[in-house]
């Protein structure tokens, strides 16, 4: 039983929303950062970049309270306004591959999370969920949902449709040509009838934002453990969501490659692999597989296909079965000497929204020596890793939509 509720979001003006609006920080270069920060003034980067104003890197618990400086200087130029009624907010994405994307962006409960109630696939790193639990508890708000998946509700697709006739509380386009449009839902029959609809609901997936639902968890349970009058309903208790329906969601593969053979000849790498795969040479065209447990591999120039033999690798859980997972305990840790997917130097990532010519390009231009593709992760596959209670490895999935910050803002 999900428990997903409207609230009062923070949001820019219509007038202003495309000026505010950003994608994640880490995603812009320095010199990206550098223009948006020199010529936008209302860009949301100022609020989580406020050093800029002092040309000086402001870093932990100081740009922490300068976030929040920033952020209630928006609020007090009118920048931002707050609802005065809690609503549900329909949301459409329509990016430059005019793939469409519509869901609902909500307050969703810290206390399905810790319940299992939210599934997680991924996991996340400690250090990484407690520093950014410290900056939520300092700066006292979210502009960025988690992006969540359920399944495919006939009732809510006609509400979203129905919500959509209106006209839009704003509309934008942003420099990558990615469409934004968000409706308010505040007609108390529509509210109840979504809330309903979720409450019917088993189970809802994390498809992105492992660590920003972990770290409000750890938020939650840090001011219930600390407010004597805690009492269930305190904004503490939710976390900003972005919910789509499963059919909406996008899942890209992330393409492996690696800096060299740990000190094998191509010979004695080729002779190991064939231990566990039947190879074929693909020659210079290049080759993208198209069924689970096969691999393509680019290594000296050409195409190689791999698929893996039936008697080479046991299979004894639903992670064993997952090709991210087959190609780590199969060639990059027994063969390759890779261990640490995350922290290891020598692995890179390419997600597979690019082509399979970008795996070769960054081969043949010297940054690497050998690179795997394999197939998308289904959602199947995904939901039944969650499921199992079991965690993929790191950079197994791409996902669909990609959010912006600054559009919709939770406050606790």
Request: with cysteine; net charge negative.
């Amino acid at each position: 039983m999900a428990n997903i509720i409207p609230f009062k979001a923070v949001r820019p003006t219509r007038d202003k929303v495309s000026l505010v609006a950003a994608r994640s920080y880490q995603s812009y270069t320095l010199e990206q950062r550098e223009s948006r920060l020199r010529d936008n003034p209302f860009s949301f980067l100022h609020i989580v970049n406020p050093g800029y104003k002092y040309d000086k890197q402001i870093s932990g618990d100081a740009r922490y309270h300068l976030v929040r400086n920033r952020y209630l200087e928006f609020k007090e130029d009118a920048i931002f306004v707050q609802d005065d009624k809690p609503c549900y907010y329909v949301y459409q994405i329509t990016d430059r591959d005019q793939q469409v994307f519509n869901g609902i962006i909500a307050a969703v409960s810290a206390e399905d999370y810790e319940n299992d109630i939210i599934k997680k696939h991924e996991d996340t790193i400690e250090y990484k969920e407690v520093i950014f639990k410290d900056y939520l508890k300092t700066v006292g708000f979210n502009a960025e949902p988690v992006l969540l998946t359920y399944p495919d509700n006939v009732i809510i697709a006609q509400i979203i449709e129905q919500v959509q006739k209106d006209r839009a509380e704003f509309e934008f386009t942003t420099t990558y040509r990615d469409t934004h449009l968000l409706w308010k839902v505040e007609n108390d029959e529509q509210l109840k009838q979504i809330e309903h609809e979720f409450q019917q609901m088993e189970t809802i997936y994390i498809a992105d934002g492992h660590h920003r639902s972990a770290s409000s968890y750890l938020l939650y349970k840090d001011l219930k453990e600390n407010n004597p009058d805690h009492n269930g309903h305190e904004s503490y208790n939710f976390f900003m969501s972005y919910l789509i329906p499963e059919s909406d969601l996008r899942i890209h593969e992330f393409n492996r490659v690696i800096k060299d053979l740990n000190g094998l000849t191509k010979e004695e790498f080729l002779i190991q692999l064939d231990m566990v795969y039947r190879i074929e040479n693909r020659g210079q065209t290049p080759y993208k597989p198209i069924k689970t447990h096969q691999f393509s591999m680019y290594l000296d120039g050409d195409f190689y296909s791999l698929h893996l033999r039936k008697t080479g690798y046991e299979i004894a859980s639903s992670l064993d079965n997952l090709d991210t997972q087959i190609l780590f305990k199969s060639i990059l840790e027994p063969i390759l000497g890779i261990h640490d997917l995350r922290n290891d130097e020598r692995i890179g990532y390419i997600n597979g929204k690019k082509d399979i010519v970008s795996m070769k390009s960054a081969i043949d231009e010297g940054s690497y020596r050998v690179g795997f593709g394999m197939v998308p992760v289904s959602i199947e596959e995904m939901k039944t890793i969650a499921d199992d209670g079991l965690k993929m490895p790191p950079k197994s999935t791409f996902i669909e939509p990609k959010l912006r910050s600054g559009v919709t803002i939770y406050e606790f």
